[in-house]
């Protein structure tokens, strides 16, 4: 892993579901891959029922009041239609609440398939999708409001890597280009700090008018000195990412014409809808591993306790990409924990992981998911699922390795080494025998700085920052949900354990990569916790668990208190970046000082205050929508008849992610 400046140094749904029916008096039928799917007498925890009244029974007077908050049973099993004819029959849907046996004879949460889900719930989860989204939206623009222009980590040299891509330079060998004279005049003209380590802010300096702004083309454009003086070190990453936003660049109308500033926050915009997405994923791997019900509803509000997202949406990263792939991957994970290992989803996690080998290195981590996910499957199915699936992972894999094996052929390294000139000055001075590690200095630093670039990486590096009390508190609910669910997910307990192990280990290789690095620089580099953003499913997820289970038959409103502590995290975050950014050093940002700060942002925004002023009331908008929605979400259920049966019968695995 190549350290940077910014990173903390200087530097098929399975068709085998529509099964034959038992034939009298034979034994019970089995599917395509011999797997066993009659009744069965063991049962697996379950989410609350989800078709439960929102006040719910109180199931804290039961001897195991923790596990049953979470997980119902029936204490029947599931019966299969004896039928007084030799002739194929359809078994009934199991009732709401029922657990339903899947392809391997272990049973799967009713909720799971929406043909199950009792419509007001599904309407009511698709309304908790929506709010999380809207909040989530809003939550980004402001960080994208905010944000001068190339302030954050190594932003300057992913968008000259964008113009190289709009210009059709998208495939790179390490140090291949230096940076572009556009960027370096786009560098030298609008940003008038870093403000690294308590710099001064953009209220200490006077805006150009907007009149004078130039364009890219007018600072040199995509002209590159043949001089290795500044040499772009993003050619060590793949092009997927770049070749994506050069794509949105060239079908910008004259983006290389219109003032830098404004190019750079259309391309950050882009990067906003690229991340929206991800309420709707969070939602879609918990229903797909526990069912549709309040634990699923409350995961997609999980995405807003994380400061880090939308400021790092608010920008130009590779990273972004990342996150997105890394969440999806995650989510048709979980399909196959629960029992689809057929064709096509296994299609899509091999696409899936494609993409991310060709986005980052960081995200190859988070990928061992995979085998994880479908080496617990065949474990509790005893057997490995049928070959044509295998096929398509291994090609999927070899995919995924082909950028890699290019560069251990041509440069004899996984990830070469792409600094040229700006080695120095990344990596810090080479450590000599009279100065040896400060190990007490590098473990404080990795206690301090881990978990509060986790939560919330809100400058280069700090401040701003959240603060310290938040962050214990976040880090220690985030740990102790996630053995809750481990000990009390009966049946899933392996499941639970291994999808927090993923990100856990993405932050234990970053600790490792910077002890490595201390032990050959003086430099304290590469801290930064987004390197575990590709996984946050399975860091956060236990946490819905944990709200669900306190909140108790007042469950309903889980998805409202994670929103709710959301908005405070984020919205924080926000808040003491505004402070940072645009009031002079030693202001608190009091109400009194609140027009003075936007009337110092407005200065340097790219377009008229107008336009501030209306994305201002879209951002509200959104805001005030998704507190409507998530409140109206968290309504209780009405009444209304049991779901009806598939037209080919229940299907124990999601149809699709998106379903």
């Not at 915009?269 to 994923?281: A, K, S």
């Not at 251990?408 to 000599?432: C, D, E, I, K, Y």
């Not at 038959?553 to 924080?572: I, K």
């Amino acid at each position: 892993m190549q350290h940077s400046p910014g990173d903390g140094g200087p530097a098929s749904r399975d068709e085998s579901s529509t099964a034959g029916q038992p034939d009298p008096g034979g034994p019970l039928p089995t599917d395509p891959q011999g797997a066993r799917s009659g009744p069965d007498t063991d049962s697996l925890p379950r989410v609350a029922d989800a078709t439960a009244p929102a006040g719910g029974t109180d199931l804290t007077a039961t001897g195991s009041a923790a596990t049953d908050l979470i997980t119902t049973g029936s204490a029947e099993p599931a019966t299969v239609p004896t039928p007084t004819v030799p002739a194929p029959t359809i078994p009934a849907p199991a009732p709401a609440g029922t657990a339903v046996s899947s392809p391997d004879g272990r049973p799967v949460p009713s909720g799971s398939h929406p043909a199950s889900t009792p419509p007001a719930l599904r309407r009511r989860a698709r309304l908790a999708v929506t709010a999380a989204t809207l909040l989530f939206a809003a939550l980004c623009l402001g960080y994208l409001v905010n944000t001068p222009p190339l302030v954050s980590p190594d932003e300057l040299y992913h968008f000259d890597r964008v113009i190289a891509a709009e210009h059709g330079q998208i495939v790179l060998d390490p140090t291949e280009i230096n940076v572009s004279k556009g960027a370096r005049g786009v560098e030298g003209r609008l940003v008038v700090s870093l403000m690294r380590r308590s710099g001064p802010s953009w209220a200490q300096f006077t805006p150009l008018m907007r009149d004078q702004r130039p364009s890219l083309d007018a600072l040199g454009g995509n002209s590159r000195s043949p001089k290795r003086d500044v040499s772009n070190y993003m050619t060590q990453h793949p092009p997927l990412y770049y070749a994506l936003m050069g794509a949105v660049a060239w079908a910008l109308p004259g983006a290389d014409r219109m003032a830098a500033d404004k190019l750079i926050f259309l391309l950050r915009l882009f990067n906003v809808l690229l991340l929206l997405p991800l309420p709707l994923l969070f939602h879609r791997a918990a229903r797909n591993l526990l069912g549709e019900g309040p634990v699923a509803m409350t995961a997609a509000f999980l995405p807003l306790l994380v400061a880090g997202l939308a400021r790092s949406a608010a920008t130009i990263n590779n990273d972004n990409l990342a996150f997105l792939l890394g969440a999806a991957v995650f989510a048709l994970s979980m399909r196959v924990l629960r029992g689809d290992t057929g064709v096509r989803t296994a299609a899509w996690i091999a696409v899936l992981c494609v993409a991310a080998s060709l986005t980052k290195s960081t995200v190859l981590m988070v990928l061992v998911v995979v085998p994880i996910a479908y080496g617990i499957r065949a474990l509790r199915a005893r057997r490995l699922p049928r070959w044509p699936t295998l096929a398509v992972l291994v090609a999927g894999a070899a995919g995924a390795a082909v950028w890699w094996v290019r560069n251990l052929v041509l440069f004899h390294a996984v990830q070469p080494n792409a600094w040229g000139s700006q080695f120095a000055r990344a990596q810090g001075s080479p450590r000599t025998p009279d100065n040896p590690p400060d190990w007490d200095r590098f473990w404080s630093t990795v206690r301090f700085a881990l978990p509060s670039r986790l939560w919330g990486a809100l400058g280069i590096l700090e401040p701003p920052r959240l603060p310290t009390p938040m962050v214990v508190t976040l880090t220690t609910v985030t740990v102790l949900a996630a053995l809750f669910a481990v000990a009390t997910q009966r049946g899933l307990r392996w499941e639970f354990a291994a999808l927090f192990a993923v990100p856990l280990a993405s932050l234990v290789m970053v600790v490792w990569q910077s002890y490595r690095h201390y032990l050959a620089y003086v430099a304290i580099a590469a801290i930064q916790g987004r390197y575990a953003y590709p996984a946050l499913i399975g860091l956060l997820l236990p946490i819905a668990v944990l709200v669900v289970a306190l909140l108790g038959r007042f469950r309903r409103w889980a998805p409202a208190l994670v929103a709710a502590a959301g908005l405070l995290v984020t919205g924080w975050g926000l808040y003491a970046s505004v402070e940072y950014t645009w009031l002079v050093r030693g202001r608190a940002l009091v109400p009194s000082d609140w027009g003075t700060a936007l009337r110092n942002l407005a200065g340097f925004f790219p377009w008229a205050p107008w336009v501030l002023g209306g994305i201002g009331v879209v951002t509200a908008a959104l805001a005030v929508a998704g507190v409507v929605a998530t409140v109206l979400s968290c309504r209780r259920l009405p009444p209304g008849p049991p779901p009806a049966a598939p037209a080919d019968g229940f299907r124990p695995v999601p149809a699709a992610v998106g379903a």
